[in-house]
């Protein structure tokens, strides 16, 4: 078996959840079923409708949809002007598979933007449009990014002091697949630390850099 690895240099979930932030709370959906069910935001903008250079009016929550990506390169959606992400996600437009059907494709990037203003994902081999859902920008989390994990380890993002991971994410710094372009490795942690001061991602072979989202 001839085994290679690629790496990354640049790349730039279902439920809802009551997020505490800076005195308001917000009602967040997950943003890939927001999205897709073409959910209205507070603002009663849908998803298809957000303008990313418009400004959004104060305490409106919004999901803004990444364009779908060439294969094996990443979708970014990016949160309006003086907005900044609360939390993010992905749909797979194409998966690739064997001849047996079999699964052979891994999302190898999923995480918030390093200045916390918008969301990417990537696939190994296919196709992917990214998701953000945006608050304004007082009140959105700090974005924390982790440094490089060893080969099948440990990368956490940890938050400053007084402040909790509330969304996270990672990004592959090298992702294992075989001769014929087949995935080997995979994300086996993407949660939070136990203590919640930061957000934990690890690969099951590779390596990889953790990136979270802190209020």
């Known amino acids: 078996m001839i085994i290679f690895i690629s790496k990354t240099t640049t790349a730039q979930a279902d439920w809802k959840m009551t997020v505490q932030l800076r005195g308001k709370q917000y009602l967040v959906a997950g943003a890939a079923t927001a999205a897709v069910a073409g959910v209205a935001t507070a603002s009663g903008v849908t998803p298809t409708q957000a303008n990313p250079a418009a400004k959004a009016p104060v305490s409106s929550v919004q999901v803004v949809v990444g364009p779908e990506s060439e294969p094996g390169q990443p979708s970014s959606a990016r949160c309006p002007e003086g907005m900044g992400a609360i939390n993010g996600g992905f749909q797979a437009v194409t998966f690739s598979r064997s001849g047996g ?31 953000v859902v945006c608050v304004p920008e007082a009140q959105a989390p700090q974005a924390v990014v982790g440094q490089v994990s060893a080969e099948a380890g440990l990368s956490v993002a940890r938050c400053p002091a007084d402040t909790k991971a509330i969304a996270g994410g990672y990004v592959r710094e090298t992702w294992y697949k075989n001769g014929y372009g087949e995935s080997l490795d995979d994300i086996i942690v993407n949660a939070p630390n136990d203590s919640g001061s930061g957000w934990a991602a690890k690969q099951f072979q590779g390596k990889t850099v953790a990136r979270a989202l802190c209020s």
Do not use: E
């Not at 079999?102 to 696939?123: E, R």
């Open 101 to 131: 059907g079999d699964p052979y494709d891994g999302v190898t990037v999923n995480a918030p933007f390093k200045d916390g203003k918008g969301w990417s994902a990537m696939l190994m081999t296919g196709k992917v449009i990214a998701r």
